[in-house]
C-alpha cells in the first residue's frame, strides 16, 4: 500500500522559512519522480516542485529560487525547503508520487485532496 506522511506545516510571518518532510512507503522511491503540489481555497491544485529519480529539479516562477526540494533515497524521504514566505503561499501542501515521468502535470483538474496523503497546512500572515 501506497503511503505518503507530510509533516512540517505551520504559521509564520511573511519572510519567513520553512522545511516540509514527507516519508514514503509501498513504492520503489529511488525508481520515482517526486513532487510537492500545493491548493489553496477557490484555488487549483498546483505543482510547485518536481525532482526526478536522477536528481534534476523543476520549479513554476512563481517560487523558484524560494523553494528548494530534496530526496534522501537511504530515507525514503522527500524535503521542501521553503524560504522568503509570501501570504500567496498559504496553502495544504502534499507530498506526491510516484509521479509519471512522461507527462508533467502543472495543475490538476480535480484537485489534490484524496490523490496522495493528508497533506499539511502552511499559512503565512502578519
Known amino acids: 500500500e501506497v503511503e505518503l506522511v507530510e509533516s512540517g506545516g505551520g504559521s509564520l510571518e511573511p519572510g519567513g522559512s520553512l522545511t516540509l518532510s514527507c516519508t514514503v512507503s509501498?513504492?520503489?522511491?529511488?525508481?520515482?519522480?517526486m513532487g510537492w503540489y500545493r491548493q489553496a481555497p477557490g484555488n487549483a491544485c498546483e505543482l510547485v516542485s518536481r525532482i526526478t529519480r536522477g536528481g534534476y529539479t523543476w520549479y513554476p516562477d512563481s517560487v523558484k529560487g524560494r523553494f528548494i526540494i530534496s530526496r534522501d533515497n537511504n530515507q525514503n524521504a522527500l524535503s521542501l525547503r521553503m524560504s522568503d514566505l509570501k501570504p500567496d503561499d498559504s496553502a495544504v501542501y502534499y507530498c506526491?508520487?510516484?509521479?509519471?515521468?512522461?507527462?508533467?502535470?502543472?495543475?490538476?483538474?480535480?484537485?489534490?485532496?484524496?490523490?496522495w496523503g493528508q497533506g499539511t497546512q502552511v499559512t503565512v500572515s502578519s
Open positions: 506526491a508520487g510516484p509521479l509519471d515521468p512522461n507527462a508533467v502535470q502543472v495543475r490538476l483538474k480535480n484537485g489534490c485532496q484524496g490523490r
Open positions: 509501498g513504492f520503489i522511491f529511488d525508481a520515482a519522480d
